[in-house]
């Protein structure tokens, strides 16, 4: 150690011959959410005397917050990847002297917390005495990290409606089958302008309750467009489900029925239809018979 040393140690105010100017840093980081990175900062010490490590003339590279000081804690704590000195400081020069003249290195890692919205994340910084954090030459330092913004999850994709077809005023329970349903929170669900109560969610299924929806008496059937809408995201393809008026409903179930005698309804309905299918091949034949 040099008598301009010794003196300046056995100074109080150990700034007075510390001095530094800025030398370069290590380009700015662009990462993604968990991903660490690494940033380098060079002085030139341009005072009186050495920077040396565990002595009264240590340097160190704290924590800045614009218009309220430094030395303190960082704004984005979170994001020390266990390599900063403390929570008010960045990095102490890596060599283990610096004298006048020469160049010091400090160096720290940054890790992205994950759920960082995307942006920009500035580090300020600047070199103060270890022992009494006091600024040595301000020099305004920064550097960046620009996280970008999350790519938009794929909407989701509808395949099939089972079943693809229900009356009017009756809450079908229908199953929506396709890929990339998020359940949490629940999807919407929409047959045509009405808004179904999901009832049942997987990430290839859905089952809702399809919203009653009046038709009018001349109009026997209807189609509307379902999609789904995860939370966040464009909605997804259309299918066709056909509401079906509920008395066109009913008098084609009961049409179909086998009567079960003879005063039945549906035996009425199957009376009615062989008279009428008689009359067409008597007209047919040309014949009464």
Not at 226 to 245: C, E, M, P, R
Request: hydrophobic share 40%; aromatic share 8%.
């Amino acid at each position: 150690m040099t008598s301009g040393q010794d003196d300046a140690t056995e100074r109080t105010d150990v700034a007075a011959f510390l001095d530094c100017e800025f030398a370069g840093e290590s380009a700015f980081l662009s990462l993604s959410q968990g991903q660490t990175g690494t940033f380098s900062v060079f002085f030139v010490n341009t005072g009186t005397v050495s920077w040396i490590r565990s002595t009264p003339t240590q340097v160190d590279l704290a924590i800045c917050r614009p218009g309220e000081g430094c030395d303190l804690e960082s704004p984005q704590s979170d994001w020390n990847a266990g390599s900063w000195v403390s929570s008010t400081r960045y990095a102490t020069h890596t060599q283990q002297e610096v004298g006048p003249g020469q160049i010091g290195t400090f160096i720290f890692s940054v890790q992205v917390p994950p759920g960082s919205p995307g942006g920009t994340y500035r580090f300020h910084g600047e070199l103060v005495v270890s022992r009494s954090g006091q600024l040595i030459h301000p020099v305004g330092y920064y550097q960046d990290v620009t996280i970008a913004a999350a790519a938009a999850a794929a909407a989701a994709v509808i395949t099939a409606l089972e079943p693809s077809e229900g009356k009017d005023f009756t809450a079908t329970e229908v199953r929506i089958l396709g890929a990339g349903f998020i359940c949490t929170p629940s999807p919407t669900v929409v047959f045509g302008d009405d808004v179904a109560e999901v009832l049942a969610c997987s990430p290839t299924e859905i089952i809702a309750a399809a919203p009653s929806h009046a038709l009018p008496v001349e109009q026997p059937r209807e189609r509307v467009n379902v999609v789904v809408g995860n939370a966040g995201q464009a909605a997804s393809n259309a299918l066709d489900f056909t509401y079906i008026h509920s008395s066109a409903a009913d008098s084609v179930d009961e049409s179909t029925l086998s009567p079960d005698s003879a005063n039945s309804p549906g035996a009425s309905v199957a009376r009615e239809a062989i008279r009428r299918r008689i009359g067409q091949v008597r007209s047919l034949w040309g014949t009464d018979r």
